[in-house]
């Protein structure tokens, strides 16, 4: 067990990225990890000023959690909680203790699966296997939305502010989520218009199935055909994920709660998982997560070329 | 099932994590893990994580799962 204890310096966002890499690794050492924030944050300035409604101060309202974004690996996450400045007292008390070593893999282990869905996605993307489910009349209009209409009935369009009619062309969020700004145009009807766009003159593979000459009129020349037909079957694989590990026994435990997945284009749906199925990974596979941790930088490179 | 249901305040949220999906906002395409937060009236804190989905440099789509952790499990 390790006891950290943090005061308003050594919280501070000015840490150097040496030092967060040092506290992340003395961290990780660790099967718990105990973090004690002192009371000098609440006590300091700005930092009470962040904290505003919440926890100790007056702990009958709940704390307004910063929405800023970390990009990359688990590890990244534990290094925002514990520089961002938020924060309720207790709230983040509970929030860093919970992501002990054992939650980073378990973290790591469902970005490592997002990231096998993704790659999945993108072979599906590219070879169009998906063009006999067209066939299956994959949703329905009901009751304001689009829903599924095979037996489990699993995916639902709830999306709310996602139009129907709109493309978003390019979207900037600021890290503390205060702001957005947002360029929209009107929706992408058809492949047509979509691959004329965005891939035009491609060739395989560096093209999608739906893009190459003749294989438009597969999908009924629509982009919303398109997109159902390939997302539905990453969100299949997805669910049965989800179930699997809810199925394991041992090991950490984090619960997914709901997946959602949409496109700039209008297509969105969620995999309400409400209260939340448990998401199990067991500590060989654990184990094996953490050995790939340190190959992530290399699979976001790859990914994101 | 039932129609998830979302608040406005969460509708928002929502809207702000799929926004940060898109390049501008993640020009070097990571996955992007929100910061801790109350949702879904659930007795804990929620991370979210967002995964971009590029295809031959089109933002073809992107997945997102809220994910939690269990105190009973710590130890």
Known sequence: MLIVSFSMNNLSPSLRLSE???ISTMLM???SVLVLLVPVILAGGAMAADAGTCSLLLPSRRCCFAKQFSFGSP????ETVMSLKLIGLLEVLNTVSLITKGYINAYAGVTYFMFQLIGTLKLTVQRGYCVDRMAEGLLTPAQGNLKDTRLDKLFQMFYFGWSETTRIEMALATADGSASTVAT??????LTQLCGRFHANCTPPACPHYCIAGNAALYNNSVRNAEMC?????ENDLKNYIDGLARSRSGTAVKILTSHIYTPNGYASGYPLLPGKVARCDEMHASYITSLLMQFDVLFALYGS | MALLKLTEQEAAWEKQMGYQAFPPGNPRRLPAWSSPYHDHDQNGILVTLTMPLDFAGYFFSAFAIDVIGEHSQLD
């Open chain 1, 185 to 190: 145009g009107p929706r992408i009807a058809t």
């Open chain 1, 230 to 234: 390939l997302l539905r079957m990453v």
């Open chain 1, 20 to 22: 967060r890499h040092t």
């Open chain 1, 75 to 78: 590890c990244d996450l534990i």
């Open chain 1, 29 to 31: 050492g660790f099967r």
